[in-house]
């Protein structure tokens, strides 16, 4: 049982509905009441007020073995657009996205001068080569490589120009359109969450840790929802200590030292697992030694003992888990979703 007031548990009751219909693909009445758990009422009033602001549609009716044939209902891929697009000083990928969260295009192409100026041009240019409908919603999600907190970024390559700037802000205003920004490897390790749940797969928690040549990061997710800490400072495993003083950061400064990178990898993933013991560790990133996978992995084990050992994936495909990872966060802002914590009193 779940109480507020009435505004709120019908945002509530929406986002049930929303959630069994993600799931279901179609479904009637009937069908989301035993899914959710909300009476029909409850249920046909959910539709109502999702129909008018055009967030689902009816989809036919569903064939009955004998009475009356029930409606069946389905999100409206068409009721909103998102527009994903990945910052790098070199480079901008991007995505766009329909109202179910579906990728229906994606690229990238080399920065030639301003990575800024040049996002923005590409918001444009997507928004003339693929409409949806003129009246549905319109979400962009920026990722950045930096920590992120309220738009605003805190450390990384972009920190020294746009340390004081209110990044969300400034995209809103010039693109016309809610802005969402993130840190790229949370972004990665959400993509990478969701797109395990979307394949029935869904893991307990995980930690998305990322090596692009110049540092080291991670994005950890716990219950479908990016753990940031107090100062948006999780996952920054650059300044993780090791032994003798020295960082993680200190020990990945030399590649060709291959057998400092192998204990040093293989101690970080130890360390963390200490700390968050997720269900799944995903290694990866452009910086990433693969030609060590086999060897760390082998350390990491020695390390790590079996009874309480994360599931370790070395993942080479990093830019379409970040690119899935920044619309589902444009999702999240165009259909707010909640989740229900049940409280021990």
Request: with cysteine; aromatic share 6%; net charge negative.
């Amino acid at each position: 049982m779940y109480t507020g007031k009435p505004e709120r548990m019908k945002q509530v009751n929406e986002a049930l509905v929303r959630e069994a219909l993600c799931a279901r693909g179609r479904a009637t009445k009937a069908e989301l009441s035993a899914d959710t758990g909300l009476s029909l009422p409850t249920v046909a009033q959910a539709i109502v007020g999702m129909e008018r602001l055009g967030e689902i549609r009816a989809a036919g009716l569903k064939e009955s073995s004998g009475g009356r044939k029930a409606t069946e209902y389905e999100l409206d891929a068409g009721a909103g657009t998102i527009y994903a697009i990945a910052i790098e000083r070199d480079r901008l990928d991007w995505a766009i996205a329909n109202a179910l969260g579906t990728v229906v295009s994606q690229g990238g192409r080399l920065v030639r001068a301003d990575p800024v100026r040049e996002a923005l041009e590409l918001v444009e240019s997507m928004r003339r080569d693929i409409v949806f409908r003129p009246e549905g919603r319109v979400v962009l999600a920026i990722g950045i490589p930096g920590v992120v907190q309220d738009g605003r970024v805190l450390t990384g390559e972009f920190q020294g120009e746009w340390g004081d700037a209110d990044i969300a802000a400034y995209f809103s205003e010039r693109a016309g359109m809610p802005v969402v920004v993130e840190n790229d490897i949370n972004a990665s390790a959400l993509g990478y969450d969701r797109r395990l749940g979307a394949n029935g797969q869904k893991a307990h928690s995980l930690v998305y840790v990322y090596f692009n040549g110049r540092c080291t990061g991670s994005g950890i997710v716990c219950g479908g929802q990016v753990l940031r800490g107090a100062a948006d400072f999780a996952g920054e495993l650059d300044y993780l200590p090791l032994a003798g003083g020295r960082m993680l950061y200190d020990s990945l400064l030399d590649p060709s030292d291959e057998g400092t990178l192998v204990a040093s990898i293989a101690s970080a993933l130890a360390a963390v697992n200490c700390v968050v013991n997720p269900g799944l560790f995903i290694v990866g990133g452009r910086g990433f030694r693969f030609d060590l996978a086999d060897r760390i992995e082998a350390e990491y084990k020695v390390r790590v003992d079996a009874s309480v050992r994360p599931r370790l994936v070395f993942e080479k495909d990093t830019m379409s888990h970040y690119l899935y990872g920044l619309c589902g966060l444009a999702l999240d802002r165009m259909f707010p979703t909640l989740n229900l914590v049940v409280g021990r009193g």
